[in-house]
């Protein structure tokens, strides 16, 4: 089978088994060493290709994982769709464990301690982050979250801490005041990238617990419940990309076109 694909899926290491005729690759980038090896393997007759985020024995911090290097690799496969199904915890009341949040918008809370850009210099561009989320496949993905009767979000704001560490009780409070909808420790820069190589990021937070539990009369997250949690959802996420993935058509976008425009 050709080493090319033209979706690209970063996620856990369960999903290895919706694929099909796998192989798997190892793919040298100007950015050092990938998460893991990438599977490329066919779904709904459609070449697809998947990295575990953390590696395949989640051995990778979220600020350890070499986003740069991830990306890139998707990009020289041939990707041109980046899906990036993640946990992540619910600053609202009205997000429950459970729900799935289709997120628009990223706020980035890591403080600058990530490498975010491919543009370091000779090239200095500046890659428009407005709506860094691609809306076409977005739609796709509530159209195929509707099909499978699954509680979801539309939209949110996803904001992303450094971690490995959760919130304190203060932060998540401001975090809830400032109205974002639920928090995450990788889609920064993650999904930015994706957007600086002219790829379409989609977002699929999966509502594993309510932070520090402010919104609701629950115990503040722990690590055991959002594995706990998130392994009872993994079916669903599992539907959710199949049906994502069998009612693809490819498409073109503006996300194809963002650093031509951007350099202007």
Not at 177 to 205: H, R, W
Not at 227 to 240: A, E, G, P, R, W
Request: hydrophobic share 35%.
């Amino acid at each position: 089978m050709e080493n090319k694909a033209t979706i690209g899926i970063f996620g856990g290491s369960g999903f290895y088994s919706f694929l099909n005729d796998v192989k798997e690759v190892t793919v040298e980038t100007p950015y050092g060493k990938t998460s893991d090896k990438i599977a490329i393997g066919k779904i709904a007759d459609k070449s697809v290709a998947f990295m575990p985020r953390h590696g395949k024995e989640h051995s990778l911090t979220p600020e350890q994982v070499n986003y740069r290097a991830n990306i890139w690799a998707m990009k020289e496969i041939g990707c041109k769709y980046i899906i990036s199904p993640c946990a992540a915890g619910s600053l609202q009341e009205f997000i429950k464990p459970g729900d799935i949040v289709f997120c628009d918008q990223f706020v980035d809370w890591t403080f600058g301690r990530r490498k975010d850009t491919f543009y370091e210099g000779p090239i200095i561009t500046h890659v428009s982050a407005a709506d860094t989320y691609c809306p076409k496949l977005r739609e796709i993905a509530i159209n195929a979250a509707e099909k499978l009767n699954l509680s979801y979000h539309k939209k949110g704001t996803v904001v992303v801490i450094n971690g490995p560490r959760f919130t304190t009780k203060a932060e998540s409070r401001f975090f809830t005041n400032q109205g974002f909808s639920v928090i995450n420790m990788t889609q920064y820069p993650e999904s930015y990238l994706a957007k600086e190589l002219d790829m379409c990021p989609l977002n699929i937070s999966m509502i594993t617990d309510f932070d520090a539990g402010l919104v609701s009369d629950t115990d503040p997250v722990s690590h055991s419940e959002v594995i706990k949690v998130f392994q009872s959802n993994i079916i669903n996420l599992k539907k959710l990309l199949l049906q994502i993935i069998t009612d693809f058509e490819e498409y073109d976008c503006e996300c194809h076109k963002t650093s031509s425009k951007s350099r202007a």
